[in-house]
């Protein structure tokens, strides 16, 4: 009787906070935080600070899950699924 081979493979990478979250969206969107900012028209330094930990309000929140395309109990760190928002035209 021989071992069995056993692979290990890491589980995927989680992006805990929110902050991180919205970096990666931001990131993988190719934007900075001013293209960010431009789009849900607030300034730079908000988008900053949400990436830094300030969490925004529900409103901002909820306009940055459409700016980057996904869904809000994605961007909060309540499942791992990201599921698009469909834009209606």
Do not use: H
């Amino acid at each position: 009787m021989t071992p069995e081979l056993i692979t290990y493979s890491p589980p995927p990478k989680r992006y805990e906070s929110f902050a991180e979250r919205l970096r990666v969206a931001r990131k993988e969107l190719g934007l900075t935080q001013k293209e960010v900012a431009a789009r849900i028209k607030k300034c730079k330094s908000e988008i900053s600070q949400y990436e830094t930990g300030t969490l925004p309000s529900f409103w901002n929140l909820c306009e940055l899950a459409r700016a980057l395309n996904v869904s809000l109990d994605w961007l909060c760190g309540l499942t791992d699924e990201r599921r698009p928002l469909k834009m209606e035209m």
